[in-house]
């Protein structure tokens, strides 16, 4: 036997290509500085781009389950608004009821408030996610006629539970106390709560990163998403797998949800399905199933909204529109496809 | 001739036959039948929904793709129709170039989705049609210089067809001849008229591809026929067919607005009645739309004494109320989407084989 052992070529992209691959990347400061450059006024702009980011990390966070969902079981949820707005309303209630809490100057019992809000939310959403999953998606597997049609079913059903539950009405709240008001930086004045939406944004995704790069279970998952019967034969659970990230991307959903309706401060039964437009706008654009391209598309669609608010309101939804037929102009699969096409 | 008048789709079941008699039957002779406004209103609803409802069917039954935007182009005919007749006039020319314009415009929607987004697959095509039939409504009710916005747009139609036309001077088995009865006719019978010409399509060589390419795609391809053009054309049939049920509401209805033509509540209410009918039969659509409208508009009342009955119960009495009817629909649509995949139409005639 010789010593020479049989290693992988590993041939090296050429520079070019790689410049092409990672090109999406850069689309991201590209809409910055051309936004910069149409709006003018610095000051403007800087307000602009964090809403925009924050704007964008929030739908990050509602659109991320929804998109390793379907990557991992090619199931797609149209139901997925009803856990935003369920998680809305529930973390409503709980602030609610710790008023006291919110209403207070101490910077402490009013993070406590929204984390045990948040908390809450998160929990009751994943719950039902775990009912939504076991009732509603999972007689349905393989079917997407099906799929579309049951789900969508759900989201009626949630939506009307939200008015027998809470009541017609839409419900108003004010924000805690530490989040209120704005930071003045130079002449730009920036809202505190946009900067901690844009902090737990980023927070969630890297986390999500790290899980889905260097954990065993983000390793099964990733293998799932690319071959899921290979994953069975090797002995794993694919559908305890799936349960878990549909329950953990419901969860998000709720998250989303709560910060979504402090960020609006008004929340009513059918904001889920209006803020569906966005998500599903944003997960085409980063192509199906994938993490990386649905930040990215958040981040787009965020920043583009709130540039085009300003320069021309009337557009504002259209643009977003738009911007998704020229992604997919460019690329038909979105900007990291990861499921092939099946 | 009358089998030729189906294109040779009968409704192969005794009962089912029946039911659509009676259908037909009570849409012909409404106005005699069901004296009242309220009725007629409701009767008209009915035509219409049944050819917007079975145009959708083309698409979901048939070629087995779902959109969302089957009310845009509901929509896209009805604005049309109502902007002839608000900028030129209440002149019959104005409907005519109107409706024609909507089905063009609506067309043309439709190929542009269909090309683009048709090609990957179906599940693309509901999340694209999603969101542009939600950009579409708002760009609507922004647009208020051209649509009035929220508001709608009020016109006026031809003299003949309003209640103020009288015929006759006097009143046939009780009811009074009048313009209303009039566009009531024309409602039916263009509604008649789109009915048959969309079962002449889904009985011709055409359809019978459709079906093949909705139970395997990859089969047809094979075989040689292009699936997306087969798939795009559908798309832009129903559109077409959903754009004139659109212009047919808008000049009974001598009002159009987004409540009535885009709302996200309105395609919902197309869904249930096409999965409730049965998916892949246009009778299904009839029924569909029949029992749907029907118990939409009669039912509600009935939940409403239930809920006044037992307002005692606090939780329950919420639960039955009117106005959550939506509820007991949602959860009628998923058990029919598992246990009824064919509606009702499919159960008929599965009962008699």
């Given at each position: 036997m010789s010593d020479t052992t049989i290693k992988p070529r590993i041939e090296k992209i050429p520079l070019s290509e790689q410049f092409f691959q990672k090109l999406p990347v850069l689309l991201v400061p590209i809409l910055a500085v051309a936004g910069l450059l149409a709006i003018g006024n610095p000051a403007s702009w800087l307000t602009l781009t964090v809403a925009g980011l924050a704007m964008g990390m929030m739908i990050f966070i509602m659109a991320s389950g929804l998109t390793v969902v379907f990557g991992l079981m090619d199931v797609i949820n149209f139901g997925h608004g009803a856990f935003v707005a369920v998680g809305a309303f529930v973390g409503f209630t709980v602030l609610a009821w710790l008023a006291g809490w919110t209403a207070s100057p101490s910077v402490m019992l009013n993070l406590t408030a929204v984390l045990i809000a948040i908390l809450a939310a998160m929990l009751v959403t994943g719950l039902l996610g775990y009912a939504f999953e076991r009732v509603i998606v999972m007689p349905v597997y393989g079917e997407h006629l099906k799929q579309i049609l049951v789900t969508m079913g759900g989201l009626i059903v949630a939506q009307q539970m939200i008015y027998v539950v809470w009541g017609p009405d839409e419900l108003h709240i004010s924000r805690p106390e530490a989040f209120k008001g704005s930071l003045v930086i130079g002449e730009a004045a920036i809202e505190k709560y946009r900067l901690v939406a844009v902090g737990i944004g980023l927070a969630l995704f890297l986390g999500m990163r790290h899980i889905l790069k260097s954990t065993k279970v983000g390793l099964l998952v990733r293998a799932g998403v690319e071959n899921g019967e290979m994953v069975e034969a090797l002995g794993y659970r694919i559908r305890l797998l799936f349960l878990i990230v549909f329950m953990t991307g419901s969860a998000l959903a709720g998250l989303g949800g709560v910060m979504w309706g402090l960020y609006q401060e008004t929340i009513t039964a059918h904001m889920g399905s209006e803020i569906m437009v966005l998500v599903f706008i944003v997960v085409i654009i980063g192509g199906l199933g994938s993490v990386e391209g649905c930040f990215i598309g958040a981040m787009l669609v965020g920043l583009l909204a709130n540039y085009t608010a300003f320069l021309a309101p009337k557009v504002a939804l259209i643009s977003t529109i738009a911007l998704m037929v020229a992604i997919l102009m460019w690329r038909p699969q979105g900007l990291y496809p990861v499921v092939k096409a099946k | 001739m009358l089998t030729r008048l189906l294109s040779g789709d009968t409704p192969r079941s005794g009962l089912l036959t029946v039911l659509l008699l009676i259908v037909l039957v009570s849409l012909a002779f409404a106005p005699f039948l069901f004296p009242g406004t309220k009725s007629l209103e409701t009767a008209a609803r009915i035509c219409i929904f049944i050819v917007l409802v079975a145009s959708y069917d083309l698409l979901l039954g048939y070629s087995g793709i779902v959109s969302f935007a089957h009310t845009m182009f509901f929509g896209i005919g009805a604005y049309g129709t109502a902007l002839a007749l608000s900028s030129t006039g209440p002149s019959y020319w104005s409907i005519i170039w109107g409706t024609t314009a909507g089905a063009l415009v609506a067309a043309a929607f439709a190929l542009a989705i269909g090309l683009f987004s048709l090609r990957v697959k179906a599940i693309f095509f509901a999340m694209v049609t999603l969101a542009v039939a939600s950009a579409f409504a708002v760009l609507v009710s922004q647009m208020s210089w051209l649509t009035g916005g929220e508001d709608g747009l009020n016109y006026k139609i031809p003299?003949?067809?309003?209640?103020?036309?009288?015929?006759?001077k006097e009143k046939v088995f009780g009811v009074r001849i009048n313009g209303k009865l009039l566009a009531y006719y024309l409602v039916f019978f263009a509604s008649v008229i789109l009915f048959l010409i969309m079962l002449r399509v889904v009985n011709s060589p055409f359809g019978r591809t459709l079906k093949a390419v909705r139970d395997n795609a990859f089969r047809a391809e094979a075989i040689g026929y292009r699936v997306v053009w087969y798939r795009t054309t559908a798309t832009v049939l129903s559109a077409v067919m959903a754009a004139l049920a659109g212009s047919l509401l808008a000049i009974w209805l001598r009002y159009t607005g987004p409540a009535t033509t885009l709302s996200m509540e309105i395609m919902i209410d197309i869904l249930l009645m096409v999965v409730i009918g049965g998916m892949g039969t246009l009778y299904g659509a009839v029924l569909g739309a029949t029992i749907f409208i029907l118990a939409q508009t009669y039912l509600q009342n009935l939940m409403g004494v239930a809920a006044d009955a037992t307002s005692a119960v606090p939780f329950v009495s919420t639960l039955i109320a009117p106005e959550r009817w939506l509820l007991w629909l949602g959860v009628l649509f998923i058990l029919s989407v598992y246990f009824f995949p064919t509606g009702i139409v499919g159960r008929l005639r599965a009962g008699r084989a």
């Open positions: - | 003299r003949e067809l309003t209640p103020a036309f009288k015929l006759v």
